[in-house]
């Protein structure tokens, strides 16, 4: 059996109970970085001493089938340096080959970057894409920011805090300066910073310099122009025409970028002064 286990993406108390036991009772680890995964077992206190095997963007497509192999005969660890395996990061190839190969793949949910950056970004929830970390080079970068211009979807990126600046500068450019967007740094650790504001302010802000690991949240299309109280408004607007007060909100926040649970909220207390 593979079995996929998310680690902590800063802080050592999101290890869960099921990853600790997981690494005592383990034989075979494929590791990110066996180096990293070494220190996750002394942080954690853990004597357990499996073989561990090196699986990274360099070496999986030659090491998947070996992984396979071995797990039709015993359990095969899987991690990443931070997160969920196979999230950009390593794992995807030897999940794809156990499945063509029967073998059982199981996972052990925990620590994501993704979904703690997009949960706490205030932007739409209901639909979102994750594009994984944005082009170094700038011609790539800029090419697939216009192609996502029209996409409806909150967006979510990893970039490197050096770059962090120029790539937001790109968005406001292929996006518009008034994007919606949120700048997470060095999320559940001791500097964990949630920078909100337009895709214009923040690259204002990044131009300072930014340290740590970074996600991007940015709106989708239309998520810049309606201001809240014009949104309030449009939730109204749709409860007048027999929407149910949930739908409406939910509607309007994909359509404006405001939450749905702000929307719900204003619009209750709306309601209420109105009684």
């Known amino acids: 059996m593979i079995i996929l286990a998310a680690t902590p993406i800063g802080n050592l108390g999101d290890a869960s109970r099921r990853l600790v036991e997981a690494l005592e009772a383990a034989t075979i680890v494929a590791a990110e970085d066996t180096r990293t995964t070494q220190r996750l077992f002394a942080a954690l206190a853990i004597q357990n001493r499996p073989r561990l095997i090196a699986l990274h963007d360099h070496n999986e497509k030659t090491r998947a089938a070996e992984l396979v192999e071995l797990a039709r005969d015993d359990d095969v660890l899987l991690l990443s340096d931070a997160g969920m395996p196979t999230i950009s990061d390593p794992g995807f190839g030897v999940v794809a080959a156990a499945s063509e190969a029967g073998v059982t793949v199981t996972v052990l949910p925990g620590p994501s970057a993704v ?161």
């Open 115 to 275: 979904l703690a950056a997009l949960a706490v970004s205030g932007l739409p929830t209901d639909r979102f894409t994750f594009e994984g970390f944005l082009p170094r080079k700038s011609g790539d970068r800029r090419r697939l920011l216009e192609s996502l211009a029209s996409e409806q979807r909150t967006m979510v990126f990893f970039d490197a805090p050096g770059r962090l600046a120029v790539s937001l500068s790109d968005m406001a450019q292929a996006f518009g300066a008034e994007r919606r967007a949120v700048v997470c740094r060095e999320l559940t650790k001791l500097h964990e910073e949630v920078r909100r504001g337009t895709l214009t302010d923040l690259a204002a802000w990044a131009a300072e310099g930014v340290r740590g690991e970074i996600v991007i949240v940015v709106g989708g299309a239309g998520s810049a122009q309606m201001a809240f109280e014009d949104a309030v408004d449009y939730v109204s607007d749709l409860l007048a025409q027999g929407k149910w007060l949930k739908d409406a909100c939910a509607d309007v926040a994909t359509a404006s970028g405001y939450s749905s649970r702000e929307l719900y909220n204003a619009s209750l207390e709306r309601s209420a002064g109105r009684g």
